[in-house]
């Protein structure tokens, strides 16, 4: 089991910037990907982006060049930094972790991630 737990939202205006983390314990010893993924009500939870075990990166339309992923392996840590911030990217973001150990596989698909977190709310006033 891998219990993934996010920190860092909170309220923000447009424009401006917000990192959020995800911080992962249990078996963390497979060299999977990580997601972000993030969901408003009423709709369904959208992929954001991924990285590899290697720290190889894949980011929706959406908020590619605005939003980064980073990852410190060490720390069993992934980053989500979000800049140029817009009302609709509110929403409540998850990570998640997948269990195939392909240290350079990213995945956009939510059926590939096997472990989420609980979620952490970013909202962005206009």
């Known amino acids: 089991q891998v219990q993934l737990v996010e920190s860092g939202g909170g309220l923000v205006q447009a424009g401006g910037s917000l990192r959020v983390s995800c911080a992962a314990s249990?078996?963390?010893?497979?060299?999977?990907?990580r997601g972000w993924f993030r969901q408003v009500p009423g709709k369904e939870r959208e992929f954001v982006g991924g990285?590899?075990?290697?720290?190889?990166?894949i980011y929706s339309d959406s908020v590619k060049g605005r939003f980064t992923i980073s990852s410190d392996n060490t720390k069993n840590t992934v980053y989500l930094q979000m800049n140029s911030l817009k009302p609709e990217d509110t929403a409540v973001y998850y990570c998640?972790?997948?269990?195939?150990?392909?240290?350079?596989?990213?995945?956009?698909?939510?059926?590939?991630?096997?472990?989420w977190g609980q979620g952490t709310q970013v909202t962005v006033s206009s």
């Open positions: 998640a972790a997948s269990t195939m150990s392909d240290s350079r596989a990213v995945y956009r698909d939510r059926s590939d991630y096997k472990y």
């Open positions: 249990g078996r963390t010893g497979s060299r999977y990907a």
């Open positions: 990285i590899s075990w290697i720290g190889g990166t």
